[in-house]
């Protein structure tokens, strides 16, 4: 992982919820975030131009072997929204939803590149509003990030390539 400084993606740039009047709640952004790219902030930054806040949640995946712990993918991204007081960063165990209960989040948000996300996206989508009534919203990959995926950051790493653009 380089270990140069992280740049502040939370300062100053990000948009006001769009459209008519304001109170459309509290959007959660669930992940493994590891690590946490370019094409996550800009969910990020789209998301705080639907709603108040968004919490971004980082999950204990057991699919996933870690790279970084849990712990510090919290604090890096914390860090990176420092100066955006409408971002908050937790982990989470267990199920999303559960998570997004408890919290009272108006909808998830999640992100798609490619028709094999969307497949897996719409069935999460529709298990988690059965479950809980919960909607999910759908951001498309912005076309600059829609190949940029934290495994592909971790295999570059490995390697010893300097990840350092794809990271915010
Ligand atoms: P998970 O293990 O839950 O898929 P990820 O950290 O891989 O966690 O991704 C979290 C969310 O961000 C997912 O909805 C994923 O589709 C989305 N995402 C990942 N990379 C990008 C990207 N480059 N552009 C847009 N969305 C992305």
Do not use: C
């Not at 971790?154 to 390539?161: M, Q, T, V, Y």
């Amino acid at each position: 992982m380089n270990s140069k400084d992280s740049k502040n993606v939370g300062s100053g740039n990000t948009p006001p919820p769009r459209g008519r009047g304001r109170g459309r709640g509290l959007g959660l952004f669930p992940g493994s975030f590891d690590p946490f790219t370019l094409g996550h902030a800009d969910i990020v930054k789209r998301a705080l131009g639907l709603f108040d806040e968004v919490v971004i949640a980082v999950g204990y995946n057991e699919r996933k072997a870690g790279w970084m712990s849990v712990e510090e993918r919290v604090s890096k991204i914390r860090k990176l929204y420092e100066g955006e007081p409408r971002v908050k960063v937790e982990s989470y165990t267990g199920l999303t939803v559960d998570f997004a209960k408890e919290h009272d989040i108006t909808a998830i948000i999640r992100g798609v590149r490619t028709t094999a996300d969307f497949e897996f996206e719409m069935q999460l989508a529709d298990v988690n509003r059965q479950l809980t009534g919960i909607e999910t919203i759908l951001l498309p990959a912005s076309p600059q990030f829609a190949s940029l995926s934290s495994s592909i950051v971790r295999e570059l790493a490995h390697f010893g390539h300097d990840i350092s653009s794809f990271l915010p």
